[in-house]
């Protein structure tokens, strides 16, 4: 067995055995790299060394992606303040472990844990951890590390990238959709709550919106099947869908006053929407008067498709073509400026207009304006 091989077994055993573990850990795209020392993980990639993984049995391998991705979804680098970095990061690793093995996960030889702090937040651990003056590992981990390197302690390995804005949201929801489905599931992590995120009352902004509507609408048609095989090659282990019906269509307005910024715009939200969202297909539609394409993308396919396009705006076509050509569709979710002639007849599905811009009255269906 390759230690791909092996990465995805685990990837595949981890979903079945803890769903909400493994639904994130697939989201990892997996690399080997003999320059580094053992792993490490940048937030879309796992990157590990062939030698080191061929050594670490089926357990380890469970808590190593775990633990990755636990530093990622609970954004502990965001809670940092003004804590002193290598302390910080210290306390989290503590705080993480503690709750995999509450969890039954097997905690390996040489990691961070200590039955102490199993129900402690990091912030309380990184004061307790003060009070023990831990100075010299503090002073090793606020050393930052060679590129692509890991600590001495292979099962200490510490998160070092802050993520981006944009890969911070798409991890806070994949642990939105994650959580979800294991509360549905009732196999919802223990301890669970001692990780949330102190958030201040802000205005909910439209990608809020956006995803909270589609995980809405998606989240009844998932359980925890057998992985989906179309992509174990990849080192993805997704969830089967539960429902041949499950169809979310999305339709791009392609007409002559959308430019290209907003037509580049409309595609990166909708390439957005299937990194956080894996397991559903979507019937991409482009359209402006008539419809012009229809493609199907799935996890994992290239979305390479061209855009025509560029007369007027006409809704009513894509409404006559999902009736004819996608019948059991529930969803559509519209890319426009909302300037065009809508249908008379409400359809049975449910529409959400994704708007340029903001209009007085839509005839049916929920908007949000993205701009």
């Not at 911070?168 to 599931?185: D, F, G, N, V």
């Not at 174990?232 to 959308?258: E, F, H, K, N």
């Not at 019937?283 to 008067?289: F, G, P, Q, R």
């Amino acid at each position: 067995m390759t230690t791909h091989e092996k990465l995805t077994k685990a990837k595949s055993q981890l979903t079945n055995k803890y769903p909400y573990f493994g639904m994130l850990a697939s989201r990892l795209k997996h690399e080997s790299n003999s320059e580094i020392r053992f792993y490490a993980s940048n937030g879309s990639r796992f990157i590990y060394n062939p030698d080191f993984i061929e050594q670490c049995s089926l357990d380890e391998l469970f808590f190593i992606l775990t633990n990755s991705v636990m530093h990622h979804i609970l954004a502990h680098q965001q809670r940092k303040l003004k804590r002193r970095g290598g302390l910080w990061q210290l306390a989290t690793d503590y705080a993480i472990n503690a709750m995999l093995k509450r969890n039954g996960l097997t905690i390996p030889k040489g990691a961070n844990y200590d039955k102490a702090f199993k129900n402690m937040y990091a912030e309380e651990i990184y004061e307790e951890l003060k009070k023990r003056n831990y100075t010299e590992e503090v002073d090793s981990f606020d050393q930052e590390p060679p590129t692509n390197q890991t600590q001495e302690k292979p099962f200490s390995l510490l998160n070092r990238k802050n993520l981006s804005e944009k890969e911070e949201q798409e991890w806070e929801y994949a642990a939105t959709i994650s959580k979800e489905l294991a509360m549905k599931k009732s196999v919802m992590p223990l301890g669970f709550e001692r990780f949330a995120k102190k958030i201040k009352s802000k205005n909910i902004d439209w990608r809020f919106e956006l995803y909270n509507a589609i995980n809405r609408h998606m989240r009844n048609n998932y359980s925890f099947m057998p992985p989906n095989k179309k992509h174990i090659y990849r080192g993805i282990a997704l969830p089967s869908l539960s429902s041949d019906t499950l169809s979310l269509v999305v339709a791009i307005d392609t007409s002559g006053s959308i430019n290209d910024e907003l037509l580049g715009a409309f595609i990166d939200e909708f390439k957005s929407i299937m990194n956080n969202f894996p397991t559903i297909i979507i019937e991409l539609i482009i359209a402006d008067a008539k419809v012009h394409a229809h493609h199907t993308f799935r996890s994992g396919d290239k979305m390479n498709f061209s855009l025509k396009g560029g007369g007027g705006t006409d809704y009513r076509p894509v409404f006559e073509y999902i009736s004819a050509r996608l019948p059991m569709s529930s969803m559509l979710l519209y890319f426009t400026d909302g300037e065009g002639i809508y249908p008379k007849i409400t359809p049975s599905y449910e529409v959400l207009w994704a708007l340029s811009q903001k209009r007085a009255k839509i005839p049916f269906g929920r908007s949000i304006v993205i701009f």
